[in-house]
């Protein structure tokens, strides 16, 4: 049971940062996909530095707050600058789609770290089972999301 609470609380979590901020789910969901390709990268070195905060012990714990960190830093950054929703509606759903991506790049280290249960090792297994399907349907929406962000300006633009 703690696991789900704990899955529903970082969900709503993702889903109050990125509806409150009101940035569109492209950028955001780009960034994920950066953040992950990060985490593969640098996953050592900051688990390295994490441990040496002395507030986690090394192991489990700090690969996970690298982990975390990493994916979820690319998208933080972006929630204070692009472009944004002018609906409800758009807001809406694409603050749903940035969470449901986020938790598929997420649930891997998460049920690492955590000690699943009942209804939250279910869930957890959905969503891993369901990883690969989500992150690529996400990402290919998150493109053309940005693609149809901001249409190009031609017209008439003076050469100089």
């Known amino acids: 049971m703690t696991s789900l609470v704990i899955l529903v609380a970082v969900a709503l979590f993702l889903f109050a940062g990125s509806f409150f901020s009101k940035r569109r789910f492209g ?7 950066a953040g992950y390709v990060l985490s593969g ?8 530095m994490v441990s040496m905060t002395g507030l986690v012990p090394s ?7 690298a ?9 933080t950054l972006l929630l204070f600058h692009g472009y944004a ?8 759903v694409g603050s749903a789609l940035f969470t449901v991506l ?14 699943l249960d009942g209804i939250g090792a279910q869930a957890f297994q959905w969503i891993l089972g ?17 693609f ?3 249409p190009a300006r031609i017209g008439s633009r003076r050469e100089k």
């Open 67 to 75: 982990t975390l960190i990493l994916i979820l830093l690319p998208p």
């Open 59 to 65: 192991g489990v714990v700090s690969q996970f707050i």
């Open 85 to 92: 929703y002018k609906s409800i509606t758009g807001r809406l």
């Open 27 to 33: 950028l955001l969901g780009l960034a994920l996909a």
């Open 41 to 48: 990268l640098w996953q050592d070195t900051a688990e390295l």
């Open 102 to 115: 986020a938790l598929a790049f997420l649930a891997g280290p998460m049920s690492k770290a955590l000690v």
């Open 130 to 146: 369901n990883a690969s399907l989500i992150i690529g349907i996400g990402v290919m929406a998150a493109v053309f999301d940005v």
């Open 148 to 150: 149809f962000s901001k």
